[in-house]
């Protein structure tokens, strides 16, 4: 089993940056894909961005490419989810997501879920 547990969210204003952690603990998450998904009230979940066991690859949405970075640290059992940039559209609960196996951008084929931490941009 594996537990991960989001933080670093929080009220910002447009143009603003914020940082969220994803902490795993339990089984590692080393040799695991990584990924951030959002959800916005009464919008379906959607891909954020990626990272690959190794951290050398990594994919962002189009709506966050060149604005979000996505890292991780295996050493830690930690990923990171660096937000510049920040605009009123980019307000939802942010999740962490944990699955074995190649990454995927369908919400779904996810085996690890945190509970989410909620980002909120001011205009």
């Known amino acids: 089993q594996v537990q991960l547990v989001e933080s670093g969210g929080g009220l910002v204003q447009a143009g603003g940056s914020l940082r969220l952690s994803c902490a795993a603990s339990?089984?590692?998450?080393?040799?695991?894909?990584m990924s951030w998904f959002r959800q916005a009230p009464g919008k379906e979940r959607l891909f954020v961005a990626a990272?690959?066991?190794?951290?050398?690859?990594?994919y962002y949405a189009d709506s966050v490419k060149g604005r979000f970075t996505i890292s991780r640290d295996n050493s830690k059992n930690t990923v990171g989810l660096q937000m510049d940039s920040l605009t009123p559209e980019d307000t939802a609960v942010y999740y962490c997501?944990?699955?074995?196996?190649?990454?995927?951008?369908?919400?779904?084929?996810?085996?690890?879920w945190g509970q989410g931490t909620q980002v909120t941009v001011s205009s």
């Open positions: 997501a944990a699955k074995v196996g190649s990454i995927s951008r369908h919400w779904r084929q996810y085996d690890y």
């Open positions: 339990g089984r590692t998450v080393s040799a695991m894909s």
């Open positions: 990272v690959t066991w190794s951290g050398s690859s990594t």
